[in-house]
C-alpha cells in the first residue's frame, strides 16, 4: 500500500471515492481516464476496507455480569449465513 494508504483516514478516503464515482457516472471521461479513475477508486475502497476492519476490531461491547458488575468483551459481529 502507498504512503498516502497508509496515512489516509476513512473520511478521506469515502470522500474521494465519492468523487470517483461522480466523475465516473458523468460518461464524460476518456477510456484512458475513466480506467486511472477506476483504479483509484479501487484503492479508495481498499483503504476503507482496512479502516472499517481496524475500527471493528478496536469496539468492545459492555456487558453486566450477574454480580451487577460490568465488563467489557471484544465485539463479534454476527456472521453471514
Known amino acids: 500500500m502507498s504512503q498516502e494508504g497508509k496515512e489516509m483516514e476513512f473520511e478521506a478516503a469515502l470522500k474521494k471515492l465519492e468523487d470517483i ?13 475513466a480506467l486511472k479513475q477506476y483504479e483509484e477508486g479501487v484503492r479508495m475502497a481498499d483503504i476503507c476496507s482496512k479502516r472499517l476492519s481496524e475500527a471493528q ?25
Open 21 to 33: 464515482v461522480g466523475h465516473l457516472e458523468t460518461g464524460d471521461l476518456s477510456l484512458e481516464a
Open 57 to 81: 476490531k478496536r469496539v468492545e461491547i459492555l456487558i453486566k455480569t450477574g454480580a451487577g458488575k460490568f465488563k467489557t468483551v471484544p465485539f463479534e459481529p454476527k456472521k453471514k449465513k
